[in-house]
């Protein structure tokens, strides 16, 4: 009787709300990867609209099969991996993807990643009908290798060139031969673009694959960044690159158009100022008239531009222009047979979508209200419909929706709140939408274009129910308003057995960069368990939007321009100042962690927040923006010698003096993006006024501080200091 009691007793325990069978560790997060969620790589609807193809395993090797897409029944295996072979050696097809035609594939191997967007690799090209698998090129490595429209050639950059590969005959065409190493770059965008503008492949095939348009980047005057990698050599490598930072020369730009039949050139005219940005081009649905972007340097005034590709002339269709800055898109969309093209703009203070005819005159506002469209993701010419996804079921949620070319019969296709985006199959038939929430990890499933549910692919059951394994606090959403009355948006993860009536300790992190967001009803892999983590160790996790993010309109994404940093930590201040005001926290013990933007926030927030901050972790944070890169500097601050109170009045080396807790710097030394020099100058200039800080150095790691235990080691660094200084 009494191990009955004593079990009964251990049953009651085990029950108890809050008790946890399993404790979260850094290893699961970051050696183990135990939380990783699945995903639905591999799936591709055909053009056919009517199949689908998807990776089968098949013992030690992967199988590319042909499935019905309404009944999922098994058509038949279309390749079997273990065949695709060349010189005897099995090629790796998981990250196979289909020529336009779909009688070829291309399989890319042995990446090597150069930059954020860029790398180099050996493809290979598969022929379907013959099972015969040949190597691209012989000549080394290649970058951005796309296929022509019709399939028949591919288009590569290698060593700064421009090629095409006919794959009938086999002849490679060296298309530009000046390319050289940090001074002309051919169809491949300078370091600057391709962080900035978010694109690194700057070449673009015509419709019928006769003319292939390029940009040059003649980064000869861009000055030189270099920074030494610790390889156990006797001596540190260098790795040099041009790397333009605020108020410096950037690369000059020139455009062109190769036309294939006549082996002939043709360089575009782009107007005569080299001090602007061509951030976009793009061909019309016209296969002779090349669509170009061209910016200005302050990126306050944006021109579409149309050219001739025959004799190169240009012509303005449409030009933006604003008091602050305009944001670049891909939402440019050419409808077919010249009837004009779809366009993204902020210009009555909400990202919508307008439709525009061929000369540029504007037909009608497709979508309207005090919300933002987030991304534009197609147009049905056949039932006249757009896609896109949009906060207007709050700012929090991503949907997606579909509406006529004339703004009428839209339709949210997104069933719960949460988000959700989606991928298109070619002719929009079909789409792939990712769906997730806060506390829900992603459900991958396959709607046809009314959003009707025509299968799911992944749902995660298995890492839902590893989920109840252990003692989670949902993430809860809340708002307040700041000391200017404006209402934040902000989520909270409370402690494990919780109890309103103890005071807790609260960590809050942030990014809160122009336009981006943290505060989403979106799952967040890692940063759920990390957090997890620290609510187990008995802390609360808070996390705001200030002013400056996304989803809520221009003005309040704009009203950070030419003082960034400035009312973004007074908002920050603000949250720890509602905070210590609640009856559950500690307003004694309030820290603050971030990355990046979030890391010069940190280390502003340790400084000029002294009275509301016991201690702070900077990662890789910008300390003067001056340091930075002059895209995304100058788009929010201008040059400094335009505005030099808006890069010093909110430069953490500024403000080392008022610092009162406990700091911790971390930084990769082999940062290309922001440079290990920014840390360098703001512990000097904590070294310059006694003050104790601690300082973590990743050598060689890049901006994202990974590879190997070098996660585990970061965040077991991060929640010892936190242990001990919160």
Request: hydrophobic share 35%.
């Amino acid at each position: 009787m009494k191990v009955f009691y004593s079990f009964l007793i251990l049953l009651i325990v085990l029950l108890q709300p809050g008790y946890s069978q399993k404790q979260v560790t850094i290893d699961d997060l970051w050696v183990k990867y135990a939380f990783m969620p699945a995903s639905a790589g591999g799936f591709n609807v055909m053009k056919n609209g009517t199949h689908y193809t998807d990776l089968e395993q098949d013992g030690d090797y992967q199988n590319i099969v042909k499935y019905d897409l309404k009944s999922g029944k098994k058509i038949e295996v279309l390749v079997k991996g273990s065949g695709v072979k060349f010189k005897d050696k099995v090629i790796d097809i998981s990250g196979y993807s289909f020529s336009p035609d779909e009688t070829k594939l291309f399989f890319s191997v042995e990446e090597e990643r150069i930059y954020r967007r860029s790398s180099v690799e050996k493809n290979y090209v598969y022929d379907i009908k013959s099972g015969k698998t040949e190597e691209l090129s012989e000549s080394g490595k290649q970058m951005f290798a796309t296929f022509s429209p019709v399939g028949n050639k591919v288009a590569f950059v290698r060593n700064n060139n421009l090629f095409i590969k006919d794959l009938a005959t086999g002849k490679e065409t060296e298309i530009t031969s000046d390319g050289k190493n940090n001074e002309i770059k051919n169809g491949w965008a300078d370091w600057v673009y391709e962080e900035e503008f978010s694109k690194a492949n700057y070449f673009v095939w015509n419709a019928d694959g006769s003319k292939l348009a390029y940009v040059r980047f003649d980064e000869s005057k861009v000055k030189e960044y270099t920074f030494d990698t610790y390889n156990n050599n006797l001596y540190p490598d260098k790795v040099t690159f041009k790397y333009p930072k605020a108020g410096e020369d950037n690369s000059v730009l020139s455009v062109h158009v190769f036309d294939l039949p006549a082996a002939k050139t043709t360089t575009i005219d782009i107007g005569t100022e080299t001090d602007i940005y061509i951030p976009r081009i793009q061909w019309t649905t016209d296969k002779n008239v090349l669509s170009l972007q061209r910016m200005n340097r302050l990126q306050n005034k944006l021109e579409l531009l149309y050219a001739n590709a025959t004799d190169g002339t240009t012509k303005p269709i449409l030009t933006e222009e604003a008091k602050t800055y305009i944001d670049i898109t891909d939402d440019l969309t050419f409808l077919p047979n010249n009837k004009g093209f779809i366009w993204s703009s902020e210009k009555d203070n909400y990202n919508h979508l307008y439709y525009y005819d061929n000369t540029g005159k504007l037909v009608n506002q497709i979508t309207k209200g005090n919300w933002d469209v987030i991304s534009f993701n197609g147009y049905d010419e056949k039932t006249n419909t757009l896609f896109y996804i949009s906060t207007e079921n709050g700012q929090i949620n991503r949907d997606i929706y579909s509406i006529k070319l004339d703004g009428s019969a839209k339709k949210r296709l997104s069933p719960v709140a949460g988000t959700s985006s989606a991928e298109f199959s070619t002719g929009l038939k079909y789409y792939v939408s990712t769906y997730s929430n806060a506390n829900t990890p992603p459900v991958y499933e396959l709607h046809s274009a009314d959003g009707k549910l025509v299968k799911v692919l992944e749902d995660n059951k298995e890492l839902q129910a590893k989920m109840k394994e252990y003692s989670l606090s949902k993430k809860e959403f809340f708002t307040f308003k700041n000391t200017d009355g404006i209402e934040l948006n902000g989520w909270m993860m409370k402690p494990q057995n919780f109890d309103p009536a103890k005071k807790y300790p609260v960590y809050m992190f942030a990014y809160n960069g122009p336009g981006s967001n943290e505060c989403n009803n979106a799952w967040e892999t890692f940063d759920f368990w990390w957090h997890s983590l620290l609510n187990q160790e008995g802390y609360m996790v808070v996390c705001v939007d200030g002013r400056g993010t996304l989803g809520r309109g221009r003005e309040f994404k704009h009203c950070t321009y030419l003082q960034l940093g400035k009312l973004e930590t007074l908002d920050q201040i603000d949250v720890a100042k509602y905070l210590g005001d609640l009856p559950y926290v500690d307003k004694t013990r309030i820290g603050f962690q971030g990355w990046s933007f979030g890391a010069y926030m940190a280390s502003l927030l340790i400084s000029k927040g002294s009275d509301y901050f016991k201690a702070a972790i900077a990662v890789a944070p910008v300390t003067n923006w001056k340091f930075y890169d002059n895209i995304y500097t100058e788009r929010f601050l201008r040059k400094p010698k335009d505005n030099t109170s808006g890069y010093e009045d909110n430069s953490p080396v500024n403000f080392t003096k008022k610092i009162k807790g406990k700091f911790l710097l971390v930084h990769g030394s082999g940062d290309d993006n922001v440079h290990y020099q920014n840390s360098m100058e703001l512990a000097n200039a904590l070294v310059k006024n006694n003050v104790p800080f601690e300082f973590m150095t990743y050598p060689n790691k890049n901006h994202g501080i990974y590879g190997g235990y070098t996660r585990a080691h970061l965040y077991n660094k991060i929640l010892k200091f936190v242990k001990e200084n919160l």
